[in-house]
């Protein structure tokens, strides 16, 4: 089964750190970019940072610039998304999208080939 499996979620307290994880199941990540949305309660999903396939690129939500990191490990078929700093404001529902060669050109859900499940996040103290 062809799947993107997120992980990592929980709950952290204001200032905390997470690290999410994306892995791959059924097909390799080698030419997918990936990007992670996340959606709030009653809000629109909203893309918060993308890395381009080769890995050369990466993009970041002007809420989260300095504070998340994305990164992939194509060895192990995972992309990652490591958070500090965290904020209440970054409580939500968290996804990875896969779009094959993608270079984080923009955030229009036709892109994406593969979605996974969500992960909630919850910073609250």
């Known amino acids: 089964q062809l799947q993107l499996v997120e992980s990592g979620g929980g709950l952290v307290q204001p200032g905390g750190s997470l690290r999410l994880s994306c892995a791959a199941s059924?097909?390799?990540?080698?030419?997918?970019?990936i990007t992670w949305f996340r959606q709030a309660p009653g809000e629109e999903r909203e893309g918060v940072s993308c890395?381009?396939?080769?890995?050369?690129?990466?993009n970041y939500a002007d809420s989260v610039k300095g504070r998340f990191t994305i990164s992939r490990d194509n060895a192990k078929n995972t992309v990652y998304l490591q958070m500090n700093s965290l904020k209440p404001e970054d409580t939500a529902v968290y996804y990875c999208?896969?779009?094959?060669?993608?270079?984080?050109?923009?955030?229009?859900?036709?892109?994406?080939?593969?979605w996974g499940q969500g992960t909630q996040v919850t910073v609250s103290s």
């Open positions: 999208a896969a779009a094959s060669y993608y270079s984080c050109s923009g955030y229009a859900y036709s892109y994406y080939n593969y």
């Open positions: 890395i381009s396939s080769s890995g050369s690129i990466t």
């Open positions: 059924g097909f390799t990540l080698d030419v997918y970019g």
